[in-house]
T-cell receptor
């Protein structure tokens, strides 16, 4: 069973540009979450998509957006990049729900390392 | 809002010895899940162990076990017979239960574990 795939693995962008990151979840999983990881702030939740709908959103500016497609693949976009956006962006997929308590585990991709210069 | 605190930024252990990583959390929810994730230098987050709050029995996975104290809101990870491959950053994470409708994880700042040969 293929794991969570994030592309690209590494990215270098210039301040002011925009960037799109992609995440393909495990087959059958309908929930995709995005996290930003920096040395200073640690792991912070960006947003979660479930069946093409944003179900949760973290405390990030509107420059950070995302979407999910009908095949559950998700993209995350950051516009007007700032130096502080340099981070490892992790995607996690979860589900499907089975039984009363459902599937509680989140499986992570290897991340996209974004550097803004 | 839920918070997760890991008070040990760094820990070290001798190979074959036992080490315990601490985690406390704050929540007003009664239904939730707790996790320990491992992040090696490859940066991929790997689930080590999980605990459902409604279960009184502490979870165990091979050399990994937890001490879950619900009243004290404490969730420590014990690694027995430490191996060099256990060296990594360990994150404690919290997730609301709510019937599986919320996959957002709240992470602690992490504990960097070094295993000395």
């Amino acid at each position: 069973k293929a794991g969570v795939t994030q592309t690209p693995r590494y990215l270098i962008k210039t301040r002011g540009q925009q960037v799109t990151l992609s995440c393909s979840p495990i087959s059958g999983h309908r929930s995709v979450s995005w996290y930003q990881q920096t040395p200073g702030q640690g792991l912070q939740f960006l947003f979660e998509y479930f069946s093409e709908t944003q179900r949760n959103k973290g405390n990030f500016p509107g420059r950070f957006s995302g979407r999910q497609f009908s095949n559950s693949r998700s993209e995350m976009n950051v516009s007007t990049l700032e130096l502080g956006d340099s981070a490892l962006y992790l995607c996690a997929s979860s589900g499907p729900l089975t039984g009363k308590r459902g599937n509680t585990e989140a499986f992570f991709g290897q991340g996209t390392r974004l550097t803004v210069v | 809002a839920q918070t997760v605190t890991q008070s040990q930024p760094e820990m070290s252990v001798q190979e074959a010895e036992t080490v315990t990583l601490s985690c406390t959390y704050d929540t007003s929810e009664s239904d939730y899940y707790l996790f320990w994730y491992k992040q090696p230098p490859s940066r991929q987050m790997i689930l080590v162990i999980r605990q459902e709050a409604y279960k009184q029995q502490n979870a165990t996975e091979n050399r990994f076990s937890v001490n879950f104290q619900k009243a004290a809101k404490s969730f420590s990870l014990k690694i027995s017979d430490s191996q060099l491959g256990d060296a990594a950053m360990y994150f404690c994470a919290y997730r609301r239960g709510s019937g599986g409708s919320n996959y957002k994880l709240t992470f602690g700042k992490g504990t960097l574990l070094t295993v000395n040969p």
